[in-house]
């Protein structure tokens, strides 16, 4: 069975999952040899609305994975092996994704800039944000929401005057960001 959840073990449904069945291999010494084996079966599935996804399959070793839905956030943990040693017997592979609270939470935001700190939500609408890092040196930013995505608007120091950003759609209470 292969289970789709986040971090805080939310279930997460209707993700697309797949099983990839890998000979040769050692089940009961959990071992893949690393170039040594090609696929030879290979499974597709949905995540039920409990995010789980179950595959009868016979003894071996398998590589599993996801295709994560558009506006989610998997943890980025590597390749993913199951071992089935045993007839019969029932193994649980799990792909997680960053919990979210929705647009304005950190790990969201810190993924779409592309960053590994998790940026501290100054200020959010859901739409534009200001936000800023617990590293060295001035790294505030303002950023917004486009298409989905989070993107850097300014980053501080900045030389936008408010007739610039108020004309891009900076909303009025971010006003005093701006020095011109």
């Given at each position: 069975?292969?289970?789709?959840?986040?971090?805080?073990?939310?279930?997460?449904?209707?993700?697309?999952?797949?099983?990839?069945?890998?000979?040769?291999?050692?089940?009961?010494?959990?071992?893949?040899?690393?170039?040594?084996?090609?696929?030879?079966?290979?499974?597709?599935?949905?995540?039920?609305?409990?995010?789980?996804?179950?595959?009868?399959?016979?003894?071996?070793?398998?590589?599993?994975?996801?295709?994560?839905?558009?506006?989610?956030?998997?943890?980025?943990?590597?390749?993913?092996?199951?071992?089935?040693s045993t007839a019969g017997s029932t193994v649980d592979g799990l792909l997680r994704f960053q919990d979210t609270a929705g647009p304005c939470h950190p790990d969201g935001i810190s993924a779409d800039l592309g960053m590994l700190d998790n940026a501290a939500v100054v200020d959010c609408d859901g739409t534009w944000a200001v936000i800023r890092f617990a590293t060295p040196g001035d790294n505030q930013r303002i950023i917004r929401r486009v298409d989905g995505t989070w993107t850097t608007y300014v980053l501080f120091p900045h030389e936008t005057c408010w007739a610039t950003a108020e004309s891009d759609g900076v909303p009025a209470r971010l006003r005093p960001y701006f020095t011109c």
């Amino acid at each position: 069975m292969l289970r789709t959840e986040t971090v805080s073990g939310i279930a997460v449904p209707d993700v697309p999952v797949h099983l990839s069945r890998q000979e040769p291999c050692d089940p009961a010494g959990h071992d893949i040899p690393v170039g040594e084996t090609s696929e030879t079966q290979r499974l597709d599935a949905v995540t039920d609305g409990d995010g789980r996804a179950v595959f009868t399959v016979p003894v071996g070793c398998y590589y599993f994975g996801m295709t994560a839905p558009a506006g989610t956030n998997p943890v980025p943990e590597g390749m993913h092996s199951a071992f089935l040693s045993t007839a019969g017997s029932t193994v649980d592979g799990l792909l997680r994704f960053q919990d979210t609270a929705g647009p304005c939470h950190p790990d969201g935001i810190s993924a779409d800039l592309g960053m590994l700190d998790n940026a501290a939500v100054v200020d959010c609408d859901g739409t534009w944000a200001v936000i800023r890092f617990a590293t060295p040196g001035d790294n505030q930013r303002i950023i917004r929401r486009v298409d989905g995505t989070w993107t850097t608007y300014v980053l501080f120091p900045h030389e936008t005057c408010w007739a610039t950003a108020e004309s891009d759609g900076v909303p009025a209470r971010l006003r005093p960001y701006f020095t011109c």
